[in-house]
Nanobody, 124 residues
């Protein structure tokens, strides 16, 4: 399956962006979908994930209450709504598909398919 992440851009601190992850192949409902980010000089970091059904979500503590991950089953996309953005959110954001167990969602190595990344830059 090929994933495409989009929606990144430049936004001022306190602003919002919505990222979208789309698939050109199988339905995204077949996978747990995660969002990761990587800032310059830092390791790739888990941000959020949503289960196949959409009934379960998980977030890294630093984005709880600000970011929301959700599925649009009809559009076959998974979105990451990001509100109250701050400079520390600046990174390249990647969506990824997890074939295995939900319990592997925090580990990037568990994800089999990755999108190309979309840049999010938050300015002061």
């Amino acid at each position: 399956v090929q994933l495409q992440a989009s929606g990144g851009g430049l936004v001022q601190a306190g602003g919002s962006l919505r990222l979208s992850c789309a698939s050109s192949g199988r339905t995204l409902g077949s996978y747990t979908i995660g969002w990761f980010r990587q800032a310059p000089g830092k390791e790739r970091e888990f941000v959020a994930a949503i289960s196949r059904s959409g009934g379960s979500t998980h977030y890294v503590d630093s984005v709880k209450g600000r970011f929301t991950i959700f599925r649009d089953q009809a559009a076959n996309t998974v979105a990451l709504q990001m509100n109250s953005l701050n400079i520390e959110d600046t990174a390249v954001y990647y969506c990824a598909a997890l074939v295995g167990s939900w319990y592997g969602l925090l580990n990037a190595h568990e994800y089999e398919y990755w999108g190309q990344g979309t840049q999010v830059t938050v300015s002061s």
